[in-house]
């Protein structure tokens, strides 16, 4: 059974960083493509980040790009998201998710691509 536990939220500064953490188990990293989405109040889930390691390949949404950065750890089953220059925009409950195949740009920031998800854990950015 897949499961994704998301850590590391908070309140922060406008300017600040912080990393995310996604404890994610029952799963072979090298099969999945790894995501990050995010949804505020009101608004619709968007697509942050996504990482595919069969495939080597990173994307970013537009908003967070140069910001941001997704990685991952294959020994501990973990994946990251590094935020850096945060805005109040930036806002939101933050979610891991996983795919259970490689997709390209245009798979990954659909959230109808993902299969399992995170239950999400909130930032906050004051300004």
């Known amino acids: 059974q897949v499961q994704l536990v998301e850590s590391g939220g908070g309140l922060v500064q406008a300017g600040g960083s912080q990393r995310l953490s996604c404890a994610a188990s029952?799963?072979?990293?090298?099969?999945?493509?790894m995501g990050w989405f995010r949804q505020a109040p009101g608004k619709e889930r968007e697509f942050v980040a996504a990482h595919s390691w069969s495939g080597g390949r990173s994307y970013y949404g537009d908003s967070v790009k140069g910001r941001f950065t997704i990685s991952g750890d294959n020994a501990k089953n973990m994946v990251y998201l590094e935020m850096n220059s945060l805005k109040p925009e930036d806002t939101a409950v933050y979610l891991c998710a996983a795919a259970r195949r490689i997709g390209f740009y245009s798979d990954c920031e659909r959230s109808t691509f993902y299969d399992y998800w995170g239950q999400g854990t909130q930032v906050t950015v004051s300004s």
């Open positions: 029952g799963l072979t990293f090298s099969r999945y493509t």
